[in-house]
């Protein structure tokens, strides 16, 4: 799917039924995300330093906000501060 889409789902899922995606068999719910620079095979993590931008079908998708499961809602660059996400990683779909 283009970002452009996935960035009006998690808006409109927003706050239910949420919008979620799998990384490293651990569920993310994502609360804000916006439509970034950079390309890759969908669901494929292009940067993780600072800020976690994910390819899309067309485009790539900065993930903002997100929540690990039982967790709080965090900034994107606080979420990568306490969990190991490299680039290449893949996201795979919640449903």
Same mark, same amino acid.
């Given at each position: 799917m283009p970002s452009a889409g996935i960035d009006r789902q998690v808006r409109a899922f927003n706050?239910?039924?949420?919008?979620?995606?799998?990384?490293g068999g651990e569920s993310l719910k994502v609360w804000e995300a916006a439509p970034a620079e950079g390309a890759g095979k969908p669901g494929e993590i292009i940067r993780a330093e600072t800020e976690l931008v994910?390819?899309?079908?067309?485009?790539?998708?900065?993930?903002?906000?997100?929540?690990?499961?039982?967790? +709080?809602?965090?900034?994107? +660059?606080?979420?990568?501060r306490g969990m190991r996400v490299s680039r290449g990683e893949v996201f795979a779909s919640a449903h």
């Open positions: 706050p239910v039924p949420g919008a979620e995606a799998i990384l994910v390819a899309c079908g067309d485009g790539a998708l900065a993930l903002c906000v997100v929540q690990r499961a039982g967790g +709080r809602r965090m900034a994107a +660059r606080d979420f990568l």
